[in-house]
């Protein structure tokens, strides 16, 4: 009876069990077949794949067949991987393992990341190896483009700052916490008005957040505070971030610091304004300096030969007095315009400062104190005595201007040398050796708003009788026109330092021999052709020369000298000849062309302008072969004489 079949209700239990494992089985081969992981099914015994489902033969590139019966070790894509027997052994100990990143390579040779999970577990009386395959290759690109990204904000040179849709801060890279001088935890739930200037108003902010809140980018120009209380510059553009429903959540910033390059725009444009205003400003000195001229030799021959009362003296010193301080101011406008005659040697910058003191002292008066910090060794520097003396008695001037009620001035030299970094400080700036002249008073100070303009012509805050504005332009040109340049540093209350740097000679330069006593003054007969275009001034010079014993021919262009000198070309022993002359006849080319004729004529040439600019690098020099208007009528008479009795 134990072995007749299933009778009734035992039937039908059979039945039924047999239909759900087979339901069972058709459930998990369609989750097997469809599941969008790779799965392998490996014979725990011996490691052989029993079965593969379809996704991981797609991603590997191999058929069913190609890998049933295959241990893992044997299939290109996990070979010198994965140790059959190491990995047999550890799920045997542990019953599971687990690689988060497993590098594999496909059969095209696709390089892919994978998460590889194995669990043993009994099936019936088997066990089998379940191995879970996940494909992390996209996942992993996207945490590797994250990290790098990540990277490139933290080290990014421009500050990168993400805000909320309030503006606070929730992110801030370390460029921030560089330019701002604020750290990220001060920063970090601040909102970004911390960095107000006061230079913008609340119409500038307002106009911003209504682009951002119209969800466009915004581009703009900060001038910001850092936390030291010092002003920066940024170009700045700020994008709205979205999220994946198009609503914004948050704004990212990203600004550049270019305080530099704004200061040296500012240097740039102000050069270019001051060789413009230079331009007019020389034009107007040159006419000003034939009117000069005419007044002072005028003034000398009345002197001379007028026997003058002493009340007439009295007037004729003080019209020449007058003469002298418009010339003094037309120097100063031919310097800030670098066309005033420049007579460079080579000398200490120590010795020309000490051979100006007790002028300084004159002019600073009691109520001022002096201190000198001379280098201890020789500062020696190629440049024109004279215009130096005028650097440091211009900012003398200018110090004691700013300490009426009395103060301490402080000169300093120094020997500096400079590497390529100095080009971040100033448009001038080159490397190489310099010497630093350093003018520092305890006077009032140049408000922050008045420094860009200190050095403009004409631009001065003192009273119209205190000042013409021309002492510290004056200063930049003759600076410039020495190949250095001037850094100002002020404090409101508490003083100004300029400082100024001139190359430096580093040889010992050899002594110049002094010149030799001046000659006489007087004529002896011999024929001067003077050639000038000023009427007046053309009067005056024949006047003085007559009245010194020389014969005198006249011309007002080239042409008409050309004319003169057919006719009288044997007599004439000098010619006295401005620069510029009209016509299109220089009075260089005027000289050659006589020169050719007669190559022992002796020549003087005169100007109101620098003989390097008016002659295009000719050798000139002055009170030898060169006169700078406006010059006394003595001076005149002793070049001539000079000229005329030099040996070829």
């Not at 790779?38 to 593969?52: E, F, M, P, Q, S």
């Not at 690689?99 to 590889?116: H, M, Q, S």
């Not at 001051?274 to 006419?287: F, K, N, P, R, Y």
Request: hydrophobic share 40%; proline share 4%.
């Amino acid at each position: 009876m134990a072995n007749d079949p299933p009778q009734g209700n035992e039937k039908d239990t059979v039945t039924l069990t047999e239909k759900a494992l087979r339901a069972s089985e058709l459930s998990y081969r369609r989750l097997f077949e469809a599941a969008q992981d790779g799965i392998l099914i490996l014979d725990a015994d011996t490691g052989r794949v029993n079965d593969v489902n379809p996704f991981l033969t797609k991603l590997l590139g191999f058929s069913h067949a190609e890998m049933v019966g295959q241990t893992v070790g044997e299939l290109s894509p996990f070979k010198d991987l994965v140790s059959n027997q190491i990995m047999l052994e550890r799920l045997q100990q542990n019953g599971y393992i687990r690689y988060e990143d497993l590098p594999l390579e496909t059969r095209d040779g696709r390089k892919i990341a994978v998460e590889f999970v194995c669990n043993i577990y009994q099936v019936g009386d088997k066990k089998v190896i379940q191995c879970n395959i996940r494909d992390i290759t996209a996942r992993k690109r996207a945490e590797e483009t994250q990290t790098l990204l990540a990277t490139a904000i933290e080290q990014a040179a421009e500050t990168i700052v993400i805000t909320d849709t309030h503006g606070t801060i929730q992110y801030a890279n370390p460029a921030f916490e560089r330019i701002s001088g604020y750290t990220r935890d001060e920063a970090i739930g601040q909102n970004p008005r911390v960095l107000k200037s006061g230079k913008h108003d609340a119409a500038f902010y307002r106009q911003m957040w209504d682009v951002l809140d119209s969800g466009q980018k915004w581009s703009g120009h900060f001038v910001n505070r850092r936390k030291d209380g010092t002003i920066y510059e940024e170009d700045a553009t700020i994008s709205p971030v979205r999220d994946k429903g198009g609503r914004i959540v948050n704004f990212v910033a990203v600004k550049r610091d270019v305080t530099r390059e704004m200061k040296l725009e500012a240097q740039f444009h102000q050069a270019q304004k001051m060789e413009s205003i230079g331009q007019l400003a020389g034009g107007v000195a040159h006419d000003f300096n034939n009117i000069l001229a005419v007044i002072q030799m005028q003034c000398d021959s009345l002197k001379i030969v007028g026997h003058p009362s002493a009340e007439q003296l009295e007037c004729a010193e003080e019209i020449s007095a007058a003469a002298q301080r418009g010339a003094a101011l037309t120097r100063q406008l031919l310097l800030f315009s670098r066309k005033q005659t420049m007579q460079p040697r080579d000398l200490d910058l120590n010795q020309s400062i000490n051979d100006v003191t007790k002028m300084l002292h004159r002019v600073l008066g009691a109520d001022v104190q002096m201190r000198f910090k001379f280098a201890k060794q020789p500062l020696f520097i190629h440049a024109d005595a004279g215009m130096m003396d005028q650097v440091l008695v211009n900012l003398a001037v200018n110090s004691r201007d700013a300490m009426p009620g009395g103060g301490m001035l402080v000169i300093e030299t120094s020997a500096v040398d400079f590497d390529e970094s100095v080009r971040a400080h100033s448009i001038q700036a080159s490397p190489g050796a310099y010497v630093c002249l350093s003018v520092s008073d305890t006077g009032c100070g140049i408000p922050s708003e008045n420094l860009p303009r200190i050095f403009e012509p004409f631009f001065t805050t003192k009273d119209a009788s205190k000042g013409t504005g021309l002492g510290l332009a004056t200063v930049f040109g003759i600076v410039q026109q020495h190949r250095g340049w001037v850094n100002v540093y002020s404090d409101v209350g508490h003083g100004t330092t300029f400082r100024i740097y001139l190359p430096r000679l580093t040889s010992v330069p050899t002594q110049e021999s002094k010149q030799s006593e001046s000659p006489a003054l007087c004529g002896g007969g011999e024929t001067i052709l003077v050639v000038e275009d000023d009427a007046f001034l053309g009067a005056a010079a024949r006047k003085t020369l007559s009245q010194c014993g020389y014969r005198m021919l006249a011309a007002m262009n080239g042409v008409q000298a050309l004319e003169v000198w057919q006719e009288n070309r044997d007599k004439i022993d000098l010619l006295l000849t401005d620069l510029v002359l009209p016509g299109g006849m220089s009075g260089m080319d005027l000289s050659a062309r006589l020169l050719m004729d007669n190559p022992k004529l002796r020549v003087i040439y005169a100007s109101g302008h620098s003989a390097e600019i008016a002659a295009k690098g000719s050798a000139l020099n002055e009170g030898v072969n060169f006169l700078s208007k406006p010059f006394p009528a003595g001076k005149l008479a002793q070049t001539v004489r000079r000229t005329l009795d030099a040996i070829r």
